[in-house]
């Protein structure tokens, strides 16, 4: 059995949904990073597949654009997170809602 | 100079209101009467420099602002906003001068100062966006005054007149920008020059749905029925100066951008709503005029009889006969003089005894006789008896839709019966009588502070009254050059039977068989 | 001739200026003065005006522009021919005698200067009213006349009667305007001018239905001034004046502009004779009407007013039958018989300090002699006894309901020429004979300054032979009139005619001297007459002015309370509250989706992807389908 892009698109759409249920779920924040990288794993997978199989480079670029974009992501967010729990102690969601309108 | 004149005209009372933040609380008065002294000379000597047989646009500006779309700093005047502007600057100037405000005086100067650049930009503007922004801009001095001067429902008031009238202008630049979207498929240039887009003939349904827009953002400024009731309070809390300036100019904007754009754009969409515009005209007229009667504050009887008799501008502006309209226009003049006049001489009575209740008052005729005697011509003025100045528009105003519809001026004509009816009592309330109040036996006089203001104004009333010719003729002028040009691109049978054709002007093809 | 034309029309305005700039200072006797001094100066170009006219010519001219926008043109014109100057020197007369009388009368007033101001602001309106050339200029005289007649009536601004009638007064009359300038906009629209000169040239093209509104329009214009029915309730209250005003305006000239603008406009009028009889029937009905009223009145100058009402009935009879100069005629000579008997009431007044009732007064012939001859000879005149004024103008009005072969209103005049005479000897007779009332009130009344009775006696001498003028008066003005003559053919049924109606009114005459002249009590509505219904019925004025109050005036007041409380602050404005309140009450409520909870934040940020996903493949799905 060859592995189409069919494959491919049900495993992206399986992570997404796993990366989305973690973002809806989840209150720890660290877990919620996990969850957002997923989410953006799920896409880079779409995209790298589809540029396969239809020949154009621009998909791949992109997921070389979002791995970036994740990586610099994490990076000031684990800062924000580490800051957080220096002043707080916890990194619980529900803690944080200073921002109420 | 004379090329600049109109830039001038705008911008020297801005500017001077920003170096008026130097000035020392004690010159401010001596010098924001010095600015709109000067601002009114020139505006004068636009007059004078006007050429009264010329109908189109004079004193023409023009440089661009935003090329790509069209948009360009035009000005311009003509007939029709020639005498506005000079209104304008004449009650900026009556309203300096006959100041009694004592609180924060020196802000006060400098937003009437602002407020007056953005009336004459408004008048001056022959371009929709920066007609559009001076339209806007007036509201913030506007509610600032209402806000801070104001009485003690004054947040209320003017948040309720800035949304309002802000909610209605919005629908109207979602029409302008409708309008030059379309002057763009059809030239293939973006435009935002009114003169540009009179000369575009839409069709008639686009016509109609544009009218609509319009028509929301000038009938909440004008205000007309059911869109007014943001005028008594705005009214009621306003300071007496906020009151002049509203209602001697800004709700004038509204009619004026009647003429200046519903008429000539949309010739078949006028024609179409003539008669429901007609219809709400009529309730303006007696329904407020009813309303007035039933008020107990004179404050409020002014406040709503001047929606009454912006009723009969609007009537006379959707006459489209050149008698109709020069008539609304001399009529938005008359009533700016009017009425100004008649807050002045509200406040005047309020500055003495803090309140505004008939029922306070009464037999002031024999306490302050040459109060009650300005106080009575102008309200004979408003009440629009032959020989002032109210008159003249009111039986033009008419005069001009009787061709149109002749039930509909009978029932409209009521305005000079109800218009007498709560004049006449209001005066009798608070002037014949006996003294009964013992506060009011020892009131003094106008003094000359106040005669300052009230004289000119006086003058004014009657002089145009009498001779309203030298006004009157370049209106003329540039309204038959606005109905000929909407006979020309009217394209329903019934607008052009409607509005009449000028090109053959020889006096007798107004002649109409009757039916 | 310009000159004195322009004289003529200024020198009121002039002296109401001058009057005007002393009226915030105390009394002063120079401005009374000066005022009548210009009247009469206008009163002398304006019989200067009259022999010119009288040889023939005519005076026209055109001061200024007015107003001029489209095809519209309305000069200030003025013109001096043969009906305008009639009409002049009647406004003048009468006017200079009542300048002069309110020096007297007005003696003691604090107001003395600013009544010289309105009166001859009056004056002047009233000029320019009957000297106009065209329709709109009659019009500025028209609202200026009811303008000068509400600061007159409401003279003593602090009497609630006085202002409340200046009030009514000049409302009735604008309703009554409203139709006049409807009328003027109708003529305008179909004749495209509104020069006297071209729109009767021009009227006769019109098509009947146009001439005929037009007619009525005018018409209901000339009810309104002229007090006609229904209009009429303001009349009598008007009567809140000083008696000097309701001699000029409420007697002598406003009321007549009616009359006036009828007869002027005659070129319109002889094309609809069916708006004509309609006129003269409700002239001959207000004649009646008011003399009704008149019977049973107890206020002096009410019934002077009422009788005023009549008149002017008869006047229009003689209009809408076509008889211009009849009608034209007799205005003059009432004004100057009435404005006598005003004058005289006036004299009464102030010796009885302001008693209005006839019946407290009596006797009074003895103190007041000077007064009680102006005022039997006055009502002489009135009551039309060869060889006074009223005979050859009333009868004239007869003789032309019975040669139009109108005998129903024939009948109502005759009958209506005896109760005048009936009414107006019975105030005399209380007035003056009789035994003296007043005694037991504690007054005692005096004869007015020498100075006014003078003053009036030019009114006098014209009440006795204003008749004498007729022929003349004829000549000059059958040059713009039609020149129907009214003559009863036949001998005989004219001599019957003209005796048997001098033979009725006398018998009225001696009728009233016998019931009232030897009048000893003051009634106090106990007697079975005062009692009666038709006594009663007459007393109300027909309840006339409370039906008025009830049917139009309360439920007015009561509909613009209603508008205000009700329509505009709980329905109009409310609605405008409610859409206000309605977004303020929506944000408050989605105000919980930004509780700053990050999971709630991203849960609806999940919800608006999902939403955003559904969208963009049913928009991918729909533009497949319609690409297909």
Not at chain 3, 157 to 169: D, G
Not at chain 3, 276 to 294: D, E
């Amino acid at each position: 059995m060859a592995i189409t892009l069919t494959h491919y698109l049900v495993l992206a759409s399986v992570l997404f949904v796993i990366g989305l249920i973690g973002v809806m779920r989840r209150k720890n924040l660290l877990m919620l990073f996990f969850a957002t990288e997923i989410l953006l794993n799920a896409t880079n997978i779409a995209f790298a597949a589809i540029s396969h199989y239809i020949g154009d480079l621009s998909g791949q670029m992109f997921a070389f654009f979002i791995i970036a974009i994740a990586a610099s992501e994490v990076a000031i967010g684990l800062g924000l997170l580490i800051v957080w729990y220096k002043r707080t102690g916890k990194i619980d969601l529900d803690q944080m809602n200073s921002m109420r309108g | 100079m004379i090329d600049h004149i109109l830039t001038l005209l705008i911008f020297f009372p801005a500017l001077a209101a920003m170096l008026g933040f130097v000035v020392t609380k004690d010159s401010m008065r001596a010098y924001g009467i010095a600015v709109a002294g000067i601002e009114f000379l020139l505006s004068l000597w636009l007059w004078y420099a006007y050429d009264p047989m010329v109908s189109g646009m004079q004193f023409m500006e023009s440089a661009p602002l935003i090329p790509a779309f069209g948009v360009n700093y035009l000005l311009g005047v003509d007939g029709i906003s020639l005498f506005i502007i000079i209104l304008s600057t004449f009650f900026t100037l009556i309203g300096i001068a006959s100041l009694t405000e004592k609180r924060r005086i020196k802000d006060l100067i400098i937003t009437l100062l602002f407020l007056e650049m953005t009336m004459v930009g408004v008048f001056a503007a022959l371009d929709a966006i920066v007609f559009y922004v001076f339209w806007e801009l007036s509201l913030v001095p506007m509610l600032y005054i209402i806000g801070a001067w104001g009485g003690p429902l004054r947040i209320y008031a003017s948040v309720k007149f800035f949304l309002y009238t802000f909610t209605g202008s919005l629908v109207m630049l979602v029409g302008m920008l409708f309008m030059a979207y379309f002057y763009y498929q059809a030239t293939g240039q973006w435009s935002f020059s009114i003169l540009e887009w009179y000369r575009l003939i839409l069709p008639e349904n686009f016509q109609l749905w544009l009218f609509v827009a319009f028509f929301l953002g000038f009938a909440i400024k004008v205000p007309m029925f059911p869109f007014h009731t943001w005028l008594p309070y705005a009214h009621g809390q306003a300071p007496t100066i906020g009151s002049v300036i509203l209602a001697a100019i800004l709700l004038k904007m509204g009619t004026y951008a009647f003429v200046r754009f519903s008429l000539p754009l949309f010739p078949d969409a006028s024609v179409y709503f003539m008669m429901p515009i007609a219809i709400i005209s009529i309730i303006m007229i007696v329904y407020t005029a009813m309303v007035a009667y039933a008020q107990e504050d004179i404050k409020q009887v002014v406040a709503y009889s001047s929606i009454s008799h912006m009723g009969v501008i609007i009537l006379g502006t959707f006459a489209l006969n050149v008698e109709g309209v020069s008539g609304s226009v001399f009529l938005m003049l008359a009533h700016g003089v009017v009425s100004g006049a008649l807050f002045l001489l509200v406040g005047v009575i309020y500055d003495r005894r803090h309140t505004k209740l008939m029922s306070e008052f009464g037999g002031l005729a024999s306490v302050m006789p040459r109060y009650a005697a300005i106080f009575g011509i102008m309200m004979m003025a408003s009440v629009g008896l032959p020989l002032t100045i109210n008159f003249v528009g009111e039986f033009l105003s008419l005069l001009g839709f009787y061709k149109q519809s002749h039930m509909l001026t009978l029932t409209a004509g009521t305005a000079i019966i109800v218009g007498a009816i709560y004049m006449l009592s209001a005066y009798k309330k608070a002037f014949f009588g006996n003294v009964t109040n013992e506060e009011n036996k020892n009131l003094k006089d106008l003094n000359k502070t106040e005669l300052v203001g009230l004289i000119p104004l006086t003058i004014v009333a009657i002089w145009l009254g009498v001779y309203p010719k030298p006004v009157l003729e370049p209106i003329n002028n540039s309204v038959e050059s606005v109905i000929q040009l909407m006979h020309d691109k009217a394209q329903s049978e019934e607008a052009k039977l409607r509005i009449p054709d000028l090109s053959g002007k020889n006096g007798t093809n107004t002649m109409q068989e009757a039916n | 001739m310009e000159l004195y034309l322009y004289i003529a029309l200024f020198a009121p305005l002039v002296g109401s200026l001058y009057s005007a700039l002393f009226s915030g200072s105390p009394k002063s006797q120079q401005v009374g003065i000066v005022a009548s001094g210009l009247l009469f100066t206008s009163f002398l170009s304006s019989a200067i005006l009259l022999t010119y006219v009288m040889s023939g010519h005519t005076v026209h001219v055109e001061m200024m522009t007015w107003m001029a926008t489209g095809d519209l043109y309305i000069p200030f014109g003025f013109v001096v021919d043969q009906v305008s100057v009639v009409m002049m020197m009647v406004v003048t007369i009468v006017s200079t005698v009542v300048h002069v009388y309110s020096i007297g009368y007005m003696d003691h007033d604090k107001g003395f200067n600013r009544f010289f101001a309105w009166l001859s602001a009056f004056v002047f309106s009233m000029m320019v009213l009957v000297m106009s050339d065209n329709f709109a200029g009659l019009f500025i005289g028209w609202e200026g006349v009811g303008l000068c007649s509400w600061g007159l009536i409401g003279f003593w601004y602090h009497k609630e009667s006085a202002t409340w009638a200046a009030n009514e007064a000049f409302i009735m009359n604008r309703i009554a305007d409203l139709g006049m300038l409807i009328g003027i906009f109708l003529i305008y629209w179909n004749v495209g001018s509104l020069q006297y000169d071209v729109v009767f040239a021009e009227i006769g093209n019109l098509q009947p239905v146009i001439i005929t509104w037009i007619g009525i329009f005018l018409f209901i214009g000339a009810m309104g001034k002229s007090a006609q029915f229904p209009l009429h309730t303001w009349l009598a209250d008007a009567m809140e004046g000083p008696t000097p005003v309701s001699a000029l305006i409420h007697a002598a000239t406003m009321v007549t502009a009616g009359v006036y603008l009828v007869v002027r406009s005659n070129a319109i009028y002889d094309l609809i004779p069916n708006v004509g009889i309609f006129i003269a029937s409700l002239g001959a009905f207000v004649a009646l009407f008011a003399a009704s009223m008149a019977l049973v009145n107890r206020d002096m100058k009410r019934i002077i007013a009422y009788s005023t009402l009549s008149q002017l009935g008869y006047m229009f009879v003689a209009a809408g039958l076509g008889a211009y100069w009849v009608a034209l005629f007799h205005l003059m000579a009432h004004a100057f018989f009435k404005a006598l008997l005003f004058l005289g009431a006036g004299n009464v007044m102030h010796a009885m300090h302001d008693e209005l009732d006839p019946f407290k007064m009596g006797g009074l012939r003895k103190v007041m002699k000077g007064t009680f001859v102006m005022m039997t000879l006055a009502s002489v005149a009135l009551a039309g006894i060869y060889p006074f004024a009223g005979f050859f103008s009333k009868d004239l009005i007869l003789e032309v309901g019975f040669v139009e072969h109108h005998y129903v209103i024939y009948t109502v005049l005759l009958l209506t020429a005896g109760l005048t005479a009936f009414y107006s000897f019975r105030l005399v007779a209380l007035i003056f004979h009789g035994e003296e009332r007043y005694k037991l009130f504690g007054i005692h009344p005096h004869e007015a300054y020498k100075f006014m009775l003078v003053a009036m006696s030019p009114l006098l001498v014209l009440a006795i032979i204003a008749g004498s003028f007729k022929m003349t008066y004829f000549q000059l003005v059958m040059n713009l009139l039609p020149a129907t003559q009214y003559h009863v053919h036949d001998q005989t049924t004219y001599w019957i005619m003209t005796i048997g109606t001098q033979l009725f009114v006398i018998a009225a005459i001696l009728f009233a001297y016998k019931k009232y002249a030897n009048w000893s009590n003051v009634p106090d509505g106990s007697s079975a007459m005062e009692r009666s219904f038709f006594y009663k019925l007459l007393w109300n004025q027909y309840y006339i002015p409370k039906m008025y109050e009830e049917i139009f005036a309360k439920p007015y007041a009561e509909l613009s309370r209603i508008a205000w409380k009700q329509i505009d602050l709980k329905i109009v404005d409310a609605t405008v509250d409610a859409i206000a309140n309605g977004i303020y009450k929506t944000g408050e409520n989605t105000r919980d989706i930004q509780n700053g909870n990050l999971s709630t934040m991203l849960r609806w940020m999940v919800v608006g992807l999902v939403v955003l996903s559904i969208l963009a493949v049913a928009f991918t799905v729909g533009y497949n389908a319609v690409g297909a």
